[in-house]
């Protein structure tokens, strides 16, 4: 029976233009291939383990806007449950992503993404009830991300942490976190370690345990990850592959994780897939739809 993961967190379009160069302040410049994609940390990583074939629902807001609407239909075309989703009078969450030498630059404007309130949290028991793994991201308040890591340990859920962008959290939520799994630059704002290379990240992963999370594990870009799971602390390297655009890289990598755990794999089984989906993800360009499905994955592996 496939695993159900609830997805508490943030629906995002994004507003995305390509460019060789950042450019000053007060100068124009010329970019290129000017996408709106469908985005959001917490709908990508719905749709990551959505297609990685987990019954998936998501709970969020939107605005009463197209881009909305839109947003929710993409989610629903990969079968992320978005019946929880409230529908809010103002704006839709917006990224203006700048994608300069496949690495990405992003300034959001949280729109609908802030109603999503620990009292809605809270009226939603029901799908911490039904959930095996609750995922959640910091696009939302963050008080309601500690209100749903509450409610998701009352009620037996696994919770993973993706601490992005990196806020000031009540240190509480912590303890309510089975893995935690932030990139090295938000490591390093965590934990006040410089994160550069495998070493410096075993001692930030030291100190996310300090803090009261049960496992960590720290995406290092190009150098892979490091992990300490259960008290033993692992690396994997990336998978090499022509990147494209590395927007929900981070994403992909946590839906192909948690979708993996949550079968029963091993954690190393379960990092080494996560590597393989965030590398296809980077290959393509934009969000969501850059995300491979489970058979792609697992064709790659074997290739
Ligand atoms: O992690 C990538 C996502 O972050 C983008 O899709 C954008 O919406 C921002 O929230």
Redo the contacts with the bound molecule.
């Keep these: 029976m496939s695993k159900k993961i609830l997805v508490v967190g ?1 629906i ?1 379009m ?1 507003y995305v233009i390509h460019t060789g160069r950042l450019p000053k302040l007060g100068e124009t410049i010329t970019g290129s291939d000017f996408a709106m994609n469908y ?3 917490g709908a ?1 990583q719905a749709v990551a383990v959505a297609k990685q074939g987990c019954d998936t629902r998501m709970l969020g807001a939107v605005g009463t806007d197209l881009a909305g609407e839109l947003a929710v239909r993409n989610l629903e075309s990969f079968g992320v449950d978005c019946a929880p989703v409230f529908h809010d009078e103002g704006p839709t969450g917006a ?1 203006v ?1 700048t994608v300069c030498g496949g690495d990405n630059h ?1 300034i ?1 404007d949280v729109g609908a993404n802030a109603h999503v309130t620990p009292a809605r949290i809270a009226a939603r028991r029901d799908l911490f009830e039904w959930a095996d793994a609750v995922v959640l991201q910091y ?1 939302i308040p963050v008080e309601s991300v500690l209100a749903a890591a509450r409610l998701a340990r009352e009620c037996g859920c696994t919770v993973i942490l993706n601490p992005a962008p990196v806020k000031e959290v009540d240190p509480a939520l912590y303890g309510c976190v089975d893995l935690i799994v932030p990139n090295e630059f938000e490591a390093a704002l965590l934990t006040g370690v410089e994160v550069t290379d495998r070493a410096s990240a075993a001692c930030a992963l030291e100190k996310l345990l300090a803090m009261g999370c049960k496992n960590a594990l720290i995406t290092l870009g190009k150098q892979g990850c490091a992990y300490c799971w259960q008290g033993s602390v692992g690396y994997e390297d990336i998978i090499p592959v022509q990147v494209a655009d590395t ?2 890289a ?2 992909s990598f946590i839906g192909g994780l948690c979708a993996r755990l949550c079968d029963g794999a091993e954690f190393p089984d379960a990092v080494r897939y996560a590597t393989a989906v965030s590398a296809l993800t980077v290959s393509r360009p934009g ?1 969501s739809v850059s995300i491979p499905t489970c058979a792609e994955v697992e064709a790659f592996l074997r290739g």
Excluded: C, M, R
Aim: charged content about 25%.
């Design positions: 943030s995002n994004d985005g959001g940390k990508n990224a992503i992003i959001l696009e927007t929900a981070g994403d969000a």
